[in-house]
T-cell receptor
Framework: KAGVTQTPRYLIKTRGQQVTLSCSPI?????VSWYQQTPGQGLQFLFE???????NKGNFPGRFSGRQFSNSRSEMNVSTLELGDSALYLC???????????????FGSGTQLSVL | QKEVEQDPGPLSVPEGAIVSLNCTYS??????FMWYRQYSRKGPELLMY????GNKEDGRFTAQVDKSSKYISLFIRDSQPSDSATYLC????????????FGAGTRLAVHP
């Protein structure tokens, strides 16, 4: 069974540009979450989608947005990039988005975004 | 003050040692506690999951949760060089829809 796939693996952008990252969850998983990982702030929750609906959102500005398609694939978009947006962006998927029931959350290897 | 505090290390131990990793937290509403392992240039991988207080054992790994002290621990017995990684604690509220609150991560190096 293929794992969570994120593309691209590396990305270099300049300030002010926008970027779109893609995530394909494990087959059969309908919940997709996005996290940002930086050396200073660690791993921080961005948002979670289930059946094309955003159910939960972290404390990030509106420049960060996402969506989920009917096949559960997800994209996240960052507009007007800032230097501080340089980070590893991780996508994670699970069956129903209920880790509380011991449902496992599987992470992809991430997209490393560098903003110059 | 961060909701979850974790000493970033690095922690260096000889092969075969018992490793103790821990996190403290401030919000008593956390109900679910997890430990993840992250190798360089990889995503986190779930190691242990515990609901509320108590102990859980899986092979060489033991997780402990003490809600009265707001303190969680992960013990690794007979540590191996392949255990060298960053270990992240994570917590979640009830109904959190996969919104995990992570500690900063502790970098562990096990040398032969």
């Amino acid at each position: 069974k293929a794992g969570v796939t994120q593309t691209p693996r590396y990305l270099i952008k300049t300030r002010g540009q926008q970027v779109t990252l893609s995530c394909s969850p494990i087959s059969g998983h309908r919940s997709v979450s996005w996290y940002q990982q930086t050396p200073g702030q660690g791993l921080q929750f961005l948002f979670e989608y289930f059946s094309e609906t955003q159910r939960n959102k972290g404390n990030f500005p509106g420049r960060f947005s996402g969506r989920q398609f009917s096949n559960s694939r997800s994209e996240m978009n960052v507009s007007t990039l800032e230097l501080g947006d340089s980070a590893l962006y991780l996508c994670a998927s699970s069956t129903r988005g209920q880790v509380a029931t011991n449902e496992k959350l599987f992470f992809g290897s991430g997209t490393q975004l560098s903003v110059l | 003050q961060k909701e979850v505090e974790q000493d970033p290390g690095p922690l260096s131990v000889p092969e075969g040692a018992i490793v103790s990793l821990n996190c403290t937290y401030s919000n008593s509403a956390f109900q679910y506690f997890m430990w993840y392992r992250q190798y360089s240039r990889k995503g986190p991988e779930l190691l242990m999951y515990t609901y509320s207080s108590g102990n859980k054992e899986d092979g060489r790994f033991t997780a402990q949760v003490d809600k009265s002290s707001k303190y969680i621990s992960l013990f690794i017995r007979d540590s191996q060089p392949s255990d060298s990684a960053t270990y992240l604690c994570a917590m979640m509220f009830s109904g959190g829809y996969n919104k995990l609150i992570f500690g900063a991560g502790t970098r562990l190096a096990v040398h032969p």
